[in-house]
């Protein structure tokens, strides 16, 4: 399926600099012209993980108490505990989210703890809840639980999704139990997606935060920067990144933060793709920046490292982690085999590795 032109990230459009015989033209009222050879680089990529739902969030209905209720009592309801913020799993026969009906999530459901997740084709509410706030008592203790980061790769891609607004919602409840402004216990409110300060004195709303952060790809000629914290596993180097700052564009933010880690100066910057990060709520802003210098200064603070990689080191690098089917954050083959890699970089998972990838393959693969 094409997507429509307002999908489309921006920085794509200028891909095409070859002139083609025919151009596709958007069907909405403002006909943004498609050339083929951007729908061509475009269609490889299907989204990075964590992206995707497939549920409505019904973001007006949840307002109301009444609907909220109907939706709770619905028989035919899901409901996904988190434990410990990690994801209720059936391992077998393929890995797959572990979803409760009513009846089995009704000791410790109510409006109060209930995070609606949203609604499917099928008119199916899902919902989620935090399953350890209820003690080790409970019988979701005895679930089969997975790290939402190990276990993402391996279920369908809007589940994972789920997970990422899952448990971002639910880390943002345990942390925000309290008002920021007059210091009075808060409530969970608006299926999920409020705080209300308990104090009638104050009674401000507080609303889950998403923390931007800026990730890019600095290339150089047939050269990309990369760099490494020390936390790293050995030999892996991934694309810079760092959080946004208030009062600032993303195209401010990705020279700032290349200027401050590594010294090189950028100019052109285009967008990418996104990617929700839930540890615990950050989106990652995924950029690709046309360095205008190239003389390397590494931030000891930020970095243990920085260097440039040549195009062809990049793509055996993609190649290799994307055939052994690893995370170097969550496996340990890395690490025993210190000498496999000429270079070590992030999973498919990662939106790092995306923007590698589609720099050593710009018609995609
Ligand atoms: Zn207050």
């Known amino acids: 399926m094409l997507p429509s032109a307002a999908n489309l990230p921006l920085g794509l459009y200028r891909i095409a600099p070859r002139v083609p015989k025919l151009r596709l033209s958007c069907t909405t009222p403002a006909g943004v012209q498609m050339w083929p050879t951007i729908m061509h680089a475009l269609n490889p990529f299907e989204g990075n993980i964590f992206a995707g739902s497939h549920l409505d969030r019904a973001g007006n209905a949840r307002r109301d108490p009444?609907?909220?209720?109907?939706?709770?009592?619905?028989?035919?309801?899901?409901?996904?505990?988190?434990?410990?913020?990690?994801?209720?799993?059936?391992?077998?026969?393929?890995?797959?989210?572990?979803?409760?009906?009513?009846?089995?999530?009704?000791?410790?459901?109510?409006?109060?703890?209930?995070?609606l997740l949203g609604i499917d084709k099928e008119q199916v509410p899902h919902f989620a809840f935090d399953a350890e706030s209820e003690g080790d008592t409970t019988p979701f203790a005895n679930l089969q639980y997975e790290e939402v980061r190990s276990i993402a790769p391996s279920i369908a891609r809007g589940d994972a999704s789920l997970l990422a607004q899952a448990r971002s919602l639910i880390d943002w409840h345990r942390r925000h139990g309290f008002c920021a402004v007059c210091g009075a216990p808060t409530r969970m409110a608006g299926a999920g997606y409020v705080r209300r300060c308990t104090s009638t004195g104050c009674g401000v709303q507080h609303f889950p935060r998403t923390d931007p952060v800026v990730i890019m790809m600095i290339v150089h000629g047939e050269r990309c920067l990369v760099g490494r914290q020390r936390w790293f596993p050995n030999g892996f180097y991934s694309t810079l990144a760092g959080f946004m700052e208030p009062g600032e564009s993303i195209e401010e933010a990705v020279r700032r933060e290349v200027w401050e880690e590594a010294s090189?100066?950028?100019?052109?910057?285009?967008?990418?793709?996104?990617?929700?990060?839930?540890?615990?709520?950050?989106?990652?802003?995924?950029?690709?920046?046309?360095?205008?210098?190239?003389?390397?200064?590494?931030?000891?603070?930020?970095?243990?490292?920085?260097?440039?990689?040549?195009?062809?080191?990049?793509?055996?690098?993609?190649?290799?982690?994307?055939?052994?089917?690893?995370?170097?954050?969550?496996?340990?083959?890395?690490?025993?085999?210190?000498g496999e890699f000429e270079l070590l970089v992030p999973a498919p998972m990662a939106i790092a590795h995306q923007l590698m990838r589609s720099w050593v393959y710009p018609d995609g693969r």
């Not at 990690?86 to 797959?96: D, M, Q, V, W, Y």
């Open 264 to 338: 090189i100066e950028v100019g052109e910057v285009r967008y990418h793709s996104s990617q929700p990060w839930p540890y615990p709520s950050s989106l990652m802003i995924g950029c690709v920046g046309e360095a205008t210098t190239d003389n390397i200064v590494v931030d000891q603070h930020e970095l243990d490292d920085a260097r440039w990689v040549d195009r062809d080191v990049v793509r055996r690098a993609i190649d290799q982690v994307t055939a052994k089917s690893f995370d170097p954050f969550t496996k340990t083959g890395p690490r025993d085999e210190p």
């Open 66 to 115: 009444a609907w909220l209720a109907t939706q709770l009592g619905d028989p035919a309801a899901r409901f996904l505990p988190l434990w410990q913020l990690k994801a209720p799993i059936h391992a077998k026969p393929t890995p797959r989210l572990n979803w409760l009906s009513g009846a089995q999530a009704q000791e410790s459901l109510t409006s109060a703890n209930a995070i």
